[in-house]
């Protein structure tokens, strides 16, 4: 069973930032599609940002485009999420997800959609006041 750790959640103001990270298998990290995702209360499961980590290519959703940031240490084995300029909107559970050992598709939609990923992790909680 692939073990995926997120950290890094909490409570911030509108217009604070926060960082998340993921924590990765080694066997699962390198040359594999991996992403952010998150879900509000009564909503679905909702693409943030994804990464290849061969190639360390980017998809961000427009969402967060501009305000979000998807990033790797090789040297770690963990994938990060920077969120700056926090609404209220962005208050979700987020979760790091690994696909198995493939590139993202080129597609945004597809690159962004849960079904790409088939490791997940236990999720963390973001919450943003006005």
């Known amino acids: 069973q692939v073990q995926m750790v997120e950290s890094g959640g909490g409570s911030a103001q509108a217009g604070g930032s926060l960082r998340l990270s993921c924590a990765v298998p080694s066997n699962t990290y390198n040359n594999n599609c991996m992403g952010w995702f998150r879900q509000a209360p009564g909503k679905g499961r909702e693409g943030v940002a994804v990464i290849y980590t061969g190639s360390f290519t980017t998809y961000t959703a427009d969402s967060v485009k501009g305000r979000f940031t998807i990033s790797l240490d090789n040297t770690k084995y963990i994938m990060y999420l920077q969120m700056n300029s926090l609404k209220p909107e962005d208050t979700a559970m987020y979760f790091c997800?690994?696909?198995?050992?493939?590139?993202?598709?080129?597609?945004?939609?597809?690159?962004?959609?849960?079904?790409?990923?088939?490791?997940w992790g236990q999720g963390t909680q973001v919450t943003v006041s006005a």
């Open positions: 997800a690994a696909a198995s050992h493939f590139r993202c598709p080129e597609a945004m939609d597809l690159a962004l959609h849960p079904a790409t990923f088939a490791f």
